[in-house]
């Protein structure tokens, strides 16, 4: 468990801070950990509470419903910025990528 923790955890610093310039990178990366967590961890127990009622104890609407955040998710990581598309000036020039 505490590898699982360390492989997930350990590069987050890392991600979070390239996806912010540097004089908005605390309030962005607060304002993001914050609210997506209130909305994740807040809501989601209620909503899959409310889908496995209406399923009448069927499990299924809550299997889409992961499988929608999932999906919000993947997209969301397939739209992260880089370090260099964050920060244009660590951009490696085209006469020096060769």
Same mark, same amino acid.
């Given at each position: 468990?505490?590898?699982?923790? *360390?492989?997930? /955890?350990?590069? %987050?610093?890392?991600?979070?801070?390239?996806?912010? $310039?540097?004089?908005?990178? /605390?309030?962005?990366?607060?304002?993001?950990?914050?609210?997506?967590?209130?909305?994740?961890?807040?809501?989601?127990?209620?909503? *899959? @509470?409310?889908?496995? !009622?209406?399923?009448?104890?069927?499990?299924?609407?809550?299997?889409? /419903?992961?499988?929608?955040?999932?999906?919000? !998710?993947?997209?969301? *990581?397939?739209?992260?910025?880089? %370090?260099? !598309? *964050?920060? $244009?000036?660590?951009?490696? $020039?085209? !006469?020096?990528? @060769?």
């Amino acid at each position: 468990m505490g590898l699982v923790y *360390a492989c997930l /955890y350990g590069p %987050e610093g890392t991600l979070f801070s390239s996806q912010f $310039p540097a004089h908005v990178r /605390y309030t962005g990366i607060s304002l993001a950990v914050q609210v997506s967590g209130a909305i994740g961890g807040g809501l989601a127990p209620i909503v *899959a @509470t409310w889908l496995l !009622a209406k399923g009448g104890g069927d499990p299924k609407y809550v299997v889409w /419903y992961l499988s929608a955040l999932g999906v919000v !998710a993947f997209i969301s *990581a397939w739209r992260m910025q880089g %370090e260099a !598309a *964050a920060h $244009p000036a660590l951009r490696v $020039p085209s !006469a020096a990528r @060769t």
